[in-house]
């Protein structure tokens, strides 16, 4: 067996003691779950299929805790054109279901066009830098309405 599949393995029996074994004296629950999901992370780390399995992880967390706000980092950088729509299919019924708002940074064109808004900062001159915000939404309605 490869190396990196022993080391998935030990990753996800590490979360599953985390979250079935009793907590030990002295730390948090969430903290010794969360504990187990870096070990996990790091598993996973060495393997191909990390994008789509700690995004999946992520909304799996968000689904059975909903939090207000969750920001993802470039986490469609490493996705082809097919999973990027499933990504964004899955972030739409993510924010429907849960009711968290979303912050994704990102620098690719299909998931900034399924966004509602759009936030950037541009350099209008050497040194100046300006924030730019666009409402997807609104900016629809206008060409609409010419």
Not at 6 to 17: D, E, K, P
Not at 19 to 45: D, H, N, S
Not at 88 to 94: E, G, H, I, P, S
């Amino acid at each position: 067996m490869a190396a990196r599949h022993i080391g998935l393995l030990v990753g996800a029996a590490a979360l599953l003691a985390s979250i079935f074994l009793p907590t030990p004296a002295g730390m948090q629950r969430e903290a010794f779950i969360v504990a187990g999901l870096v070990v996990l992370m790091a598993a996973w780390w060495m393997t191909e299929a990390l994008p789509l399995t700690a995004t999946a992880l992520i909304f799996a967390l968000f689904l059975t805790n909903p939090a207000p706000i969750c920001v993802l980092d470039e986490v469609d950088a490493p996705l082809d054109d097919a999973n990027i729509d499933r990504f964004c299919d899955l972030l739409d019924a993510m924010s429907r279901e849960t009711q968290t708002r979303y912050l994704i940074v990102t620098h690719n064109a299909v998931t900034m066009s399924r966004m509602h808004r759009l936030f950037g900062v541009t350099m209008i001159e050497k040194g100046v830098s300006r924030l730019v915000s666009v409402d997807l939404g609104g900016a629809e309605e206008l060409l609409a309405a010419e």
